[in-house]
């Protein structure tokens, strides 16, 4: 089949400002999660539905500056601090954070 497609995992929605991609953290392996806002998932979205570098690619969006949890963490955001997954991707523009992410 030729259907890309495109699974973009928020942490957990804030209505807050948009801080843009240069505050953005990518993940994959669904381990790190963290805060982002409602208006930078927007804005994720659009850009990955533009980009050739998110198909067939799943990650998790959250501003590098919110709490991280680690498996297992029951309340959602208050966990420890996991180390690095390996799968971190930082960037200032969109595209940047989408290159190199892993395809499934």
Not at 39 to 58: F, K, L, N
Not at 78 to 88: D, H, R, W
């Amino acid at each position: 089949s030729n259907t890309r497609y495109t699974v973009l995992r928020p942490g957990g929605l804030e209505d807050t400002k948009y801080l843009g991609p240069a505050e953005m953290e990518l993940n994959q392996g669904d381990i790190v999660g963290g805060l982002v806002s409602r208006a930078d998932v927007a804005a994720a979205a659009v850009a990955a539905a533009r980009s050739p570098d998110t198909d067939d690619v799943t990650f998790e969006l959250y501003a590098h500056s919110a709490f991280t949890q680690g498996p297992g963490s029951t309340d959602g955001f208050g966990g420890a601090p996991v180390g690095k997954t390996g799968y971190e991707r930082r960037g200032s523009t969109w595209p940047e954070l989408f290159r190199g992410l892993k395809k499934e």
